[in-house]
């Protein structure tokens, strides 16, 4: 099996997550076999060596999606507000000034709950969310923004664009290289790509590939995946476990990406974790516990 991102074919084997739950889906479709991983040798990305079943992706998503208890439910809806929230307003903050022009058309695709479009809203952009999960959609219209529900891989999106923005959803759709040629389709020459991923590499940060992930990136397997598909990268920021990568539509040479190094970072996670993340993440909870008692 090839890069997904590249074509490579030389790769290494990564660590991933093994979930009891998505392997019994997987055995009720008569899927027993190992779920590997494997590490680009040339670009640097994470791909998945194997090919994924659409009916168990759909169960992860409901799962996800749904809870027994009624009290948790709302306790997960109200935190995911609250970081869809300040996400959005660490999008505007970012993006916004590096547009071609102060106010124009914003498009977010993979626009979750809908606060970036929100944001962008109240700043002045004409915005529009697309999102494939229906559940989104009351949310939504309690928000006030425009916002369409389906694939974006299908769905008829007129051009014309000054950011075409996606925030933690790159790595769950079907093609990561499609999605980024469909992105630049829309955008206006001007434009810009406003992409923001999890940094899988940082300290704090324990996530392993999954059955559900697409691809897995970092920052620098990221921008070599951007400007593969035509752009040349013009910002990158790092901030609370997040990494805003901005690009325009253009020829750029590649950036360079540390394979070895990556395929580190994968390997010792468990315990960089284990040393230094997970006790470093209970001294700033209670750290805030005291602050907010204060």
């Not at 494939?132 to 389906?150: C, Q, Y």
């Not at 940060?205 to 995946?225: I, K, R, W």
């Amino acid at each position: 099996m090839t890069c997904p991102i590249c074509g490579h074919a030389a790769s290494w084997p990564i660590p991933c997550r093994r979930e009891p739950e998505v392997d019994r889906w997987r055995a009720e479709r008569g899927e027993t076999g190992p779920t590997p991983w494997r590490l680009c040798q040339r670009c640097g990305n994470g791909y998945p060596a194997f090919t994924q079943d659409l009916a168990v992706l759909a169960r992860i998503w409901e799962a996800n999606r749904t809870r027994d208890d009624p009290a948790k439910a709302a306790a997960l809806w109200a935190e995911r507000r609250r970081i869809a929230r300040l996400g959005g307003e660490r999008a505007v903050a970012f993006y916004g000034p590096l547009a071609a022009v102060r106010t124009g058309r914003f498009l977010d695709i993979g626009c979750g709950l809908g606060s970036t479009v929100r944001a962008f809203a109240d700043a002045g952009w004409d915005a529009l969310g697309v999102d494939a999960d229906p559940a989104t959609k009351p949310v939504h219209e309690e928000f006030g923004i425009a916002s369409r529900i389906g694939q974006v891989e299908t769905l008829d999106l007129e051009g014309g664009w000054d950011i075409v923005h996606s925030a933690h959803a790159i790595y769950f759709v079907t093609d990561p290289m499609a999605f980024l040629a469909r992105a630049r389709s829309v955008l206006r020459p001007d434009g810009l790509l406003a992409i923001t991923i999890a940094d899988v590499m940082a300290w704090d940060d324990s996530t392993e590939p999954a059955y559900v992930h697409t691809f897995f990136p970092t920052g620098q397997s990221m921008a070599y995946a951007i400007t593969l598909a035509g752009f040349r990268v013009v910002a990158t920021r790092r901030a609370k476990g997040s990494i805003h990568i901005a690009a325009c539509i253009g020829a750029a040479p590649m950036p360079p990406v540390s394979p070895w190094m990556i395929r580190l970072g994968h390997v010792s996670r468990p315990l960089r974790y284990a040393l230094v993340g997970r006790p470093m993440t209970i001294l700033r909870r209670l750290a805030k516990k005291a602050i907010g008692r204060g």
